[in-house]
């Protein structure tokens, strides 16, 4: 039934001379879809005069409501209405001031829900604009039902009506459709951020792709420090626990210094571009998205990724050879001993290894990290953190007024960043812990690290791996970056598409002219265009 368009089912009504439509002359169905309308009014105005809606917009409580005109109206509209069925007379008031006041309450939601990176928002407030969005469409087809004027918008109504009954009765006893509506709740709270965060690492023109090669350079000098610090920890064969968390702590305060220095690793970001895909496709509900307009946005988000993997990588890898390049002839030992070496090859060959199931798990680090950061975002404006900072009469005597300030703004716009960046390094820490003690080959292979594993193994072996096997290594590496990449982007994108409720076929009513892009003008997803102009801007790339 959902895959029949509404105009088929027009011409089927029609065609079998069914009428569910209602008029002054049809008296019973009349008075109930008036009462209906008049409870979705309650509810409407019921839900305009809930503090969370005044709280994230003041303006409702010093001008006059839409959600209570629109009850208001509603109500003369239904009393004149029974009146006309009563006496048979004409109708005074039509529905078309309703329809207006009910238009006025969608601008309200739809500005609520634009201010968000301002206000935040939370689980009630996502239900309270969901419901309200529903029921203001419900009472627009049972008026376009009522409607006396001729139209196809009538039967139209009744349609959309007719298989909205249909379906509620189908799922009314299922669990599954509970627990999917739940489900979108809280995935739209936790992506709503990470999806305005994704137009950041979303590169427009050359002077914004050359940006993110330099800040992906300068993480990719961090990294190999971090794999070094890896090195001595495991020197010292701390007991498991103890030696995982210390492992989290490197890795977690290593990604927080790339952060404090406006640096990006690469494989962060899919978690926050899917989302701003998925936004995209969202964009005009009810309409099929633009197909071009998409393809062009994911052209640019794969351009963005390839090169913050350069970047990372095309420092990582020199420098970590280098580096054990140096120690060797000045102290004539290795950094990495040779059997520990060979084991750090071993480990990214893509098919004698477990590389890629470890890289997958990375994805799924990845993605969840990005969620702890959408959500740590949007908990910190909904909360109001910098202005509680900023009202601690302690820390303002402590610090003064100023410090104090410049602490609650710099929390403010990176609290989110800075939580995501510890719970990734602590899942990156704990895994292979946590598969020794279950007795299971859990591990993570991260790209940039891979490369920084690389240039210390190569070294320390001194050319000793076979060339093929070495060639077979260096695609690993690569690999691996693929497979961080897909996993986390590919579970990004599936999820915030279910907290919008866009179809999964218009993910693959993309797959088409994705190809033809690809066979037409590939170089495009590796580099901006000579004549790229800006579209989107991107003005803070701190993440």
Not at 62 to 74: D, G, I
Not at 294 to 310: D, G, K, P, T
């Amino acid at each position: 039934m959902r895959a029949i368009g509404d105009e088929h089912w027009m011409r089927l009504f029609g065609t079998l001379g069914l009428d569910f439509l209602a008029s002054p002359g049809d008296r019973h169905t009349a008075l109930e879809i008036l009462e209906s309308i008049q409870t979705l009014s309650y509810r409407i105005a019921a839900i305009g005069l809930e503090p969370e809606l005044a709280r994230v917009l003041p303006e409702l409580r010093q001008f006059e409501s839409p959600f209570v005109a629109q009850h208001l109206e509603t109500q003369r509209f239904i009393e004149d209405y029974r009146r006309a069925l009563s006496d048979g007379s004409a109708l005074r008031h039509d529905h078309l001031h309703v329809l207006v006041l009910l238009e006025q309450c969608s601008q309200v939601i739809a500005r609520i829900r634009r201010n968000t990176p301002s206000t935040g928002v939370s689980i009630a407030l996502t239900y309270l604009l969901q419901r309200a969005t529903e029921t203001i469409v419900r009472i627009q087809d049972l008026l376009a039902v009522l409607d006396p004027s001729p139209g196809e918008h009538r039967r139209s109504g009744a349609v959309r009506l007719f298989k909205l009954f249909v379906d509620a009765e189908c799922t009314k006893t299922l669990l599954r459709p509970h627990f999917a509506k739940n489900t979108e709740l809280l995935a739209r709270e936790i992506t709503e951020h990470a999806g305005r965060t994704g137009d950041h690492y979303i590169t427009n023109t050359r002077e914004e792709y050359r940006w993110m090669f330099r800040a992906a350079f300068g993480a990719g000098a961090i990294v190999p420090i971090l794999a070094f610090i890896k090195l001595w920890l495991h020197g010292l064969h701390a007991a498991p626990l103890v030696e995982g968390i210390l492992y989290g702590l490197n890795y977690a305060l290593g990604f927080v210094l790339i952060q404090l220095l406006h640096f990006t690793v690469a494989t962060k970001q899919p978690a926050m571009t899917a989302t701003r895909i998925a936004a995209a496709l969202d964009a005009s509900p009810g309409q099929r998205p633009r197909m071009d307009d998409m393809v062009e946005l994911i052209v640019r988000v794969c351009r963005s990724q390839f090169i913050a993997i350069v970047g990372n990588v095309a420092l990582a890898f020199p420098l970590a050879f280098f580096v054990c390049l140096a120690w060797s002839h000045a102290t004539g030992s290795h950094v990495a001993p040779p059997e520990k070496a060979a084991h750090l090859l071993q480990d990214l060959h893509p098919w004698r290894s477990l590389a890629l199931f470890h890289a997958a798990i990375a994805g799924v680090y990845l993605f969840l990290s990005g969620l702890v950061s959408g959500y740590c975002d949007n908990m910190t404006v909904y909360r109001r953190i910098p202005e509680r900072i900023r009202a601690l009469p302690w820390l303002r005597r402590l610090l003064g007024d100023t410090r104090t300030a410049a602490i609650a703004e710099y929390l403010g716009n990176n609290l989110g960043g800075l939580a995501g960046n510890v719970v990734f390094g602590f899942m990156l820490g704990l895994t292979g812990v946590i598969g020794f003690n279950l007795g299971l080959p859990l591990d993570i292979r991260h790209v940039t690290f891979a490369a920084a594993n690389l240039g210390i193994g190569l070294e320390a072996l001194q050319g000793e791996p076979f060339t093929a096997t070495l060639a077979w290594i260096f695609l690993g590496v690569a690999t691996i970056g693929v497979v961080n990449l897909l996993v986390s982007f590919t579970l990004a994108l599936m999820l915030a598409m279910k907290a919008r409720r866009v179809p999964f076929r218009y993910a693959r009513l993309l797959l088409l002219p994705l190809a033809g892009r690809l066979f037409t003008r590939p170089l495009d997803f590796l580099r901006p265009p000579r004549d790229e102009s800006v579209s989107e801007p991107s003005n803070e790339r701190s993440r």
